[in-house]
């Protein structure tokens, strides 16, 4: 029987006399949570009125990556990093391409890892070219509190932290993780408020994770280039990330049916090109993905 570990960052709603309702303050949605729910994450959940991390160390994805895959091309290029992932996410994109664990989770396999026994893993995969570990796959910040006590045992054996997500959280909780994370790659969905209410998010939120992160850490970007919903947001992006820094490296991935859109074509290279051309007016680095 694994133990409920504690989550951070939630307050007792209102209502928590009554119905135990809590709130949880690690991301912008602030999910009012009854007691016996989850959080839009799924990853989060109440009991009695106390919220628990309810996915940490349940791990359903591992492995020794190419660091190129986070995608991260100018950290460590030619370096290995040892990959975990969890499940759920706390933005619900109907163009997912990791959907069967960051939204169909139900039935899925994991293991269990304790921050100790990952930063074991690490350790031992040095002598394959690992150099860290990166937090990545589904939305790895729903599980704060396993990546934080990880990422603190990590940084006491001098291999790296990186993080792969979707920039959706609150400040105070991003703050106090980043000091211990050494790179990221920031998954901007779409240049417009127009996209991000179809994901079920809000851009101003994001664009600030990405100040914050690029002020303490290196950082990449990347943008999913979606037929008939974002590409002619690439323009929006790149001349906002170029405001500040024209060298931060902008990876443009192809699309491929998958979770919602299924029925949809995948990204014409044509259009791939097009969105690396309109990025290169403002941006020096442009990454093409899934070409």
């Not at 809590?22 to 919220?51: F, M, Q, W």
């Not at 996915?55 to 030619?78: M, N, R």
């Not at 792969?164 to 990221?184: K, Q, S, W």
Request: proline share 5%.
């Amino acid at each position: 029987m694994v133990d409920k570990i504690p989550a951070k960052y939630w307050s007792k709603s209102k209502n928590s006399k009554e119905s135990k309702e809590i709130v949880c303050e690690l991301c912008p949605h602030y999910c009012k949570i009854e007691n016996g729910s989850t959080g839009k994450c799924g990853a989060r959940s109440n009991t009695d009125g106390e919220l628990f991390a309810s996915s940490y160390g349940f791990v359903t994805s591992i492995a020794l990556d190419p660091i190129e895959k986070k995608p991260l091309y100018e950290f460590h290029s030619g370096g290995k990093i040892v990959s975990i992932g969890s499940f759920g996410c706390n933005l619900h994109c109907p163009f997912c391409q990791n959907h069967s664990i960051s939204m169909e989770y139900e039935n899925v396999g994991y293991d269990y890892l304790t921050p100790a026994l990952i930063c074991d893993i690490a350790v031992r995969s040095i002598p394959d070219g690992n150099i860290g570990v990166a937090y990545t796959y589904n939305e790895p910040l729903i599980g704060y509190e396993h990546v934080f006590d990880t990422s603190v045992l990590v940084r006491r054996t001098d291999l790296k932290n990186v993080l792969v997500t979707n920039g959706y959280i609150n400040e105070a909780p991003f703050l106090e993780l980043l000091p211990y994370i050494d790179a990221m790659n920031i998954d901007i969905k779409g240049g417009t408020d127009r996209t991000y209410n179809m994901v079920g998010g809000t851009l101003r939120h994001v664009k600030n994770i990405v100040e914050l992160a690029y002020s303490s850490c290196h950082v990449e970007v990347t943008t999913l280039v979606v037929p008939g919903e974002n590409e002619d947001e690439i323009e929006d992006i790149a001349k906002w990330l170029a405001s500040i820094d024209p060298k931060i490296p902008y990876h443009l991935s192809r699309f491929f049916p998958r979770f919602m859109y299924k029925d949809k074509k995948t990204t014409p290279i044509e259009t791939m090109y097009k969105a690396r051309d309109v990025a290169s007016r403002y941006l020096d680095k442009i990454y093409l993905g899934n070409v």
